[in-house]
């Protein structure tokens, strides 16, 4: 059920002290082929980490026989030395993966690198080098989920997923709390399969999944430095699948792992799912849907379990989307408690007792849709994130 | 050191029974010339409630002879019955303005009209024109702070503001928490002076006031309803300042009234004024000051008294403004702990145990700049926000 199900993979997670509390904190994921094709996507904020510009260059390449990742640093606004630190640690992983036990033909060019922790501090590279040998020795076939675990910083429970086919398979890890909402700084991504696909197959099928799952959740509205999600191919299924049934593979091990962050959200009581239909386009639907996720008053509301449909309104009309005031239908949980932008059945009748919370919200404007995925703002996430520097 | 400081000013506030708690909730003020004319801004939020939708009517005639303004609903997303109630509201008003100890010769036209408070909920006309009535026998020249105390509703303290010049003068009441802001629905700000100005001169004095204050202050980032913004002049004084001269007093009313709200403003333990320096342009200052202030992330971290400048980077990275990410330097309260985008003095020097925070942004990109206030964000906010429905 993880990163190492689809044949041609080994990995691994060791503790190498980057975490003052011991647990593990360095994962590597090897891609022992016969393909080394990949595909990334990564963040779109323009302050980005060392290692986000190291892997977006190996990507260029078109191969990636291996990734090395870390919890405990971000090495993010750390400057050339941080740079430096990050191509150091992508030197020693291909050199001790040429001189393991299953020798691999590899060099630095082929290590795609993450990192995620705190911002603005440099790595204990005394520390992270030891800790990548000892990831090398010590991967395995079935070493993804313990790469999973070595990924995790305010994570509360390890993320993996597989989508079987027949004959190949995807499977993945995942880390963080959202795409643009990563509360320490970092979402981390990788996927794997066995089936045989080129660059701009894998490239088309990732950015497709990721679309509709990492880019349409969002806990808290922060955008990472970080941010970097990767797909790997080793063609060990000797399949070929059809870049649709590829990218619905992926799609599924993306759906999985993005749901798995949301319900995991720094001190998230919610898990709120905000369809947007009848927009007049699919820009609009996103735009409406997000806007609303972002709203401070809206996520509080939720917390305090109150249906107050006239802060979504408000949030609502602070879009460029097309829609007129007196035309938005809003359902929570199923009840139209507004509907022509007024108030219309009893906000008593919601039961907001659960986890998981519906709202529908219909512009009566075109045939479009949406759904993003987010979370409420709790005392649990301002203490997270006003109690520890992160 | 009120709305009725400015000569040709009457208000009062009274209690109408629309707060549950008994608190005063209707406010009227009226210009008793021998002038009228008027300025206002509006929320740019395209959801816009009844009452703002009357008043922007109002002030295309140019003439306001009354202000009548009610806490403890807001009027907003309730359909034509909430814009009929409106009008009605403005209609009662003109009347008891015409029969009254004083009859003044106005109509429904002349009367610009506020309401604060839960969005969606239609209001009790059988209180709120009993109560317009008692605010019309109650007004009084020195009237202006319990006007102020009428409007509030999570306000913990009346706003009033006045600035002084020889022989005019320029006063103003506010509540709320914020231009973009309002935790409640709402901010409404009434401005009077005795200058002498015609509509354009007032127009141009109030645009740019609320341009370098009401503009630049965001505690949630939030856009109400309900935003307004009214200047009116009596030209009582019989003098006619300048623009420039009335520009700037009307700069210090609204200035020390945003000053007021931000202090003020829900759940807020720290006051923090984020000045960007070195921008190319001052939109992209004003841009990267509003998203570092509207970033959630840097807001907990000021509650939890980290000065960690890495969500500050991560928060310039998502805006479009001119900057080279390794240029940027910042400094917490004087301390430069970030130069060139990475770490620069000993983040221990900052000292956060005060309630004012400064951030100085350098992009190095330009001479432009501008500063933006804004809070914290706090358990108290969550609390606010999520224990009551509003």
């Known amino acids: 059920m993880t990163v190492t199900h689809p044949k041609g993979f080994r990995a691994s997670g060791v503790a190498a002290g980057l975490k003052s509390g011991g647990n593990a904190d360095v994962a590597l994921v090897v891609n022992d082929g016969p393909d080394y094709t990949a595909a990334g996507v990564f963040t779109g904020n323009r302050v980005k980490a060392a290692p986000v510009l190291w892997s977006q260059q190996v990507l260029r390449g078109g191969i990636v026989r291996a990734v090395i990742l ?95 086919r027949d004959g190949w398979s995807v499977g993945g890890i995942a880390k963080g709390a959202g795409m643009l909402a990563p509360a320490l700084a970092t979402m981390l991504v990788v996927i794997t399969t066995d089936a045989s696909a080129d660059n701009e197959v894998l490239d088309a099928a990732l950015r497709a999944a990721t679309r509709f ?76 849907g997000r806007t609303v996720a972002g709203n401070n008053l809206v996520k509080t509301a939720f917390f305090g379990n109150d249906p107050n449909w006239g802060r979504i309104l408000a949030a609502i009309g602070t879009t460029s989307a097309a829609f007129e005031p007196d035309r938005i239908d809003v359902a929570i949980n199923g009840v139209w408690i507004c509907r022509n932008g007024a108030a219309a059945e009893d906000r008593g009748k919601v039961d907001l007792s659960g986890r998981d919370v519906k709202v529908t919200i219909h512009l009566h404007e075109g045939e479009m849709g949406a759904t993003i995925w987010t979370t409420d703002l709790s005392h649990a996430y301002v203490h997270e994130n006003s109690a520890y520097s992160s």
């Open 70 to 164: 870390n919890s405990g640093g971000a090495n993010a606004c750390t400057g050339s030395q941080g740079f430096r630190d990050t191509h150091a640690t992508a030197e020693h992983t291909a050199s001790v993966l040429r001189g393991g036990a299953k020798p691999m033909m590899i060099g630095a060019g082929d290590v795609a690198v993450c990192s995620t922790g705190l911002i603005g501090e440099l790595l204990p590279m005394d520390k992270l080098l030891p800790g990548v040998s000892a990831a090398a020795k010590a991967l395995a076939a079935d070493g993804g989920t313990r790469a999973a675990e070595a990924i995790m910083t305010t994570d509360t429970v390890a993320k993996n997923a597989v989508a079987q």
């Open 213 to 288: 799952t990492f880019d349409r959740i969002d806990a808290d509205g922060c955008m990472s430095t970080n941010d970097t999600v990767l797909l790997l191919a080793s063609g060990a299924s000797d399949r070929q699948p059809s870049l649709e049934e590829l990218t619905a593979a992926v799609t599924e091990v993306c759906h999985d792992l993005a749901q798995q962050l949301i319900a995991d959200a720094e001190g998230a009581t919610k898990h709120i799912a905000i369809e947007v239909q009848g927009a007049a386009s699919e820009a609009d639907a996103v735009e409406v």
